[in-house]
């Protein structure tokens, strides 16, 4: 399982990097990046769903 955060989409809401420090941090413009490159570790897994479904844009998902 990969994250994936569109960049095109993040409009800056924060809530990836602020409720969840240990996948995203926040850029120079407040906009999220991925911490975590590559297969998200097991036990990180409900965290990356729970930040995806917590993105008002939608601009975070998981794929296999
Ligand atoms: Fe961007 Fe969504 Fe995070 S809009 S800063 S990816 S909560």
């Known amino acids: 399982m990969r994250l994936i955060l569109?960049?095109?989409i993040c409009q800056g809401h924060a809530r990836?990097?602020?409720d969840y420090p240990?996948?995203?941090d926040?850029?120079?413009i407040g906009h999220?990046?991925?911490k975590v490159i590559g297969e998200v570790p097991t036990e990180l897994i409900d965290d990356a769903r729970r930040a995806a479904q917590g993105c008002p844009e939608r601009a975070i998902s998981?794929?296999?």
């Open 6 to 8: 569109d960049p095109e």
């Open 16 to 18: 990836c990097f602020s």
């Open 22 to 24: 240990h996948l995203f």
């Open 26 to 28: 926040g850029d120079d």
């Open 32 to 34: 999220g990046q991925l």
């Open 62 to 64: 998981l794929s296999e």
